[in-house]
């Protein structure tokens, strides 16, 4: 079974969403030098693409995030996780984990919790903005994918 978050954007919004994930390209780099780094290194590659034809940055282009999953990981997606999925993807923006306890009514603790399971799944990406997490969906669309046995 697996998680897929797909994602639809224009050259321009992947280049700079490849930028702010690693805070530069000097930054991207270094990550890309790194024995483990193989995923800093798509993404510079997929960053020396856009860079390299201008006419690129106006293309839409659809980015794939898959999360292998056991069926026990279905279970931690519960009703309150979903909801607060669902909360996420209507507001459109990363929020402060402030602002979702205050517009969802749910305990700081729990929230934060739900926030970590998400992210463990691959779903969303918990963020930090100084010293405030700031969560947001990866994708605008999320398929869970059974397979039959």
């Given amino acids: 079974m697996e998680i897929r978050v797909e994602e639809n954007l224009t050259g321009r919004e992947l280049r700079e969403k490849i930028l702010s994930q690693y ?4 930054e991207l780099e270094d990550m890309a030098a ?5 995923e800093a290194r798509d993404d510079l590659a997929q960053l020396d693409l856009l860079e390299a ?3 690129r940055l106006s293309d839409h282009v ?3 995030v898959v999360s292998k999953i056991k069926m026990a990981d279905l279970e931690r997606l519960t009703e309150q996780r979903l909801r607060l999925l669902h ?3 209507k507001r459109g923006e990363p929020l402060s984990l402030t602002q979702l306890v205050e517009e969802l009514g749910r305990d700081k603790k729990h929230l934060s919790n739900d926030l970590r399971v998400l992210e463990e799944l691959g779903i969303l990406h918990v963020g930090t903005e100084g010293r405030m997490l700031r969560p947001h969906i990866q994708g605008n669309e999320i398929h869970i994918i059974l397979e039959a046995s």
Avoid: E
Wanted: proline fraction near 6%; charged fraction near 45%; charge should be positive.
């Fill in 53 to 55: 034809d201008p006419r």
């Fill in 62 to 64: 659809k980015t794939t």
């Fill in 23 to 26: 805070g530069s390209r000097k």
């Fill in 87 to 89: 909360h996420l993807a």
């Fill in 34 to 38: 790194k024995k483990d780094g193989a």
